[in-house]
């Protein structure tokens, strides 16, 4: 599946950012879905996870409580809503898919087969 994320920008702290991952090429409610960054000069870290049906979805442990991740099959469309956005969220985020089974997601950037291009986020103190 190809996927191109977008929604990025830049914003001040506290403020609010909704990421998209538009998906195309086979069938999306085929696959999982998970959302990661990389700040300059740090690893990639896992920031959520959603299941094919959207009935699951997972958070890293620091977006916890203020990210929240849905997805749209209909539309072919993955989210990420950012809320109360801190500076150390400065990164580029990234989707990521892998073609799997009902109830299952993956929050290891390993577990996932095909990636989207990345969108800059940076949040000014």
Request: hydrophobic share 35%; glycine share 12%.
């Amino acid at each position: 599946v190809q996927l191109q994320a977008s929604g990025g920008g830049f914003v001040q702290a506290g403020g609010s950012l909704r990421l998209s991952c538009a998906a195309s090429g086979h069938t999306f409610s085929n696959y999982a879905v998970g959302w990661f960054r990389q700040a300059p000069g740090k690893e990639r870290e896992y920031v959520a996870a959603i299941s094919r049906a959207g009935t699951i979805t997972r958070y890293g442990d620091s977006v916890k409580g203020r990210f929240t991740i849905s997805r749209d099959n209909a539309k072919n469309t993955v989210y990420l809503r950012m809320n109360t956005l801190k500076p150390e969220d400065t990164a580029v985020y990234y989707c990521a898919a892998r073609q799997t089974v009902t109830g299952a997601y993956y929050t290891r950037a390993g577990d996932y087969v095909d990636w989207g291009q990345g969108t800059q986020v940076t949040v000014s103190s």
